[in-house]
């Protein structure tokens, strides 16, 4: 089945302890991204990679990290969590490097972070 | 800069009710493209419409329909004759390739439909 997986789907942690939330998709999708989800905010774009080794800023990067070694997972990386990033998380694939496509979401992550 | 406004915070209907949910946009660039996303209860993000701006053809899909004008930078979306599994959170959506490839989100506007 064509999917986005994340894990874990949901995360209770202290500030300042580093996690990783895994995202992977097995669509051979060109482009991936992380949005977190606040109410009243909608969506915000994290990071995006159109490739391979190819990562880039969203409109909120700070305190996030990403890395794309491999074309079917974009781990999203908090170094030192605090509790402003308590969020529900989305990762997204899309077949296109461009943003021109349809983007397919993960399940999403709930974050907690005391 | 590029942004997304769904002034409609949250609409309540009863069922068989029309809807209409509203999406204005900002960019100054002539090439983008348009989407919107559901998110019923279950929180899933379900892709709804992709339109690019060159193609100002309304569509209708089953009850939905979407208005697409770009002399008021509006891309609306119509729902006909709503149902209780309508209710969810919708959210319209820009990309602009000259912005980085960066997707912007609207705020998302919550429908909830009453039988």
């Known amino acids: 089945e064509a999917q986005v997986t994340q894990n874990p789907r949901y995360l209770i942690t202290v500030t300042g302890k580093k996690l990783t939330v895994t995202c992977s998709q097995n669509?051979?999708?060109?482009?991936m991204s992380w949005y977190r989800q606040d109410p009243g905010l909608g969506l915000r774009q994290i990071y995006y990679?159109?490739?391979?080794?190819?990562?880039d800023k969203g409109d909120v990067p700070e305190g996030y990290k990403v890395s794309r070694k491999e074309k079917r997972n974009f781990p999203l990386i908090l170094e030192s969590p605090s509790p402003n990033q308590t969020s529900l998380y989305f990762c997204?694939?899309?077949?296109?490097?461009?943003?021109?496509?349809?983007?397919?979401f993960g399940p999403g992550t709930r974050l907690t972070v005391l | 800069a590029q942004k997304v406004t769904q002034a409609q915070t949250e609409i309540s209907v009863v069922e068989k009710e029309d809807v209409t949910l509203d999406c204005v946009y900002e960019t100054r660039d002539t090439t983008y493209y348009l989407f919107w996303y559901k998110q019923p209860p279950s929180g899933e993000l379900v892709f709804l419409i992709r339109?690019?701006?060159?193609?100002?053809q309304n569509e209708i899909s089953g009850r939905y329909s979407w208005n697409f004008q770009k002399s008021t930078s509006s891309f609306n979306f119509t729902i006909t004759a709503s149902q209780v599994v309508d209710s969810a959170v919708y959210f319209c959506a820009l990309g602009v390739m000259e912005y980085g490839n960066k997707l912007v989100f609207g705020a998302g506007t919550i429908l909830r439909v009453k039988s």
């Open positions: 997204a694939s899309s077949p296109s490097p461009t943003i021109t496509d349809t983007q397919y």
């Open positions: 339109r690019n701006s060159f193609d100002e």
């Open positions: 669509m051979n999708h060109e482009y």
């Open positions: 990679s159109m490739n391979v080794e190819v990562t």
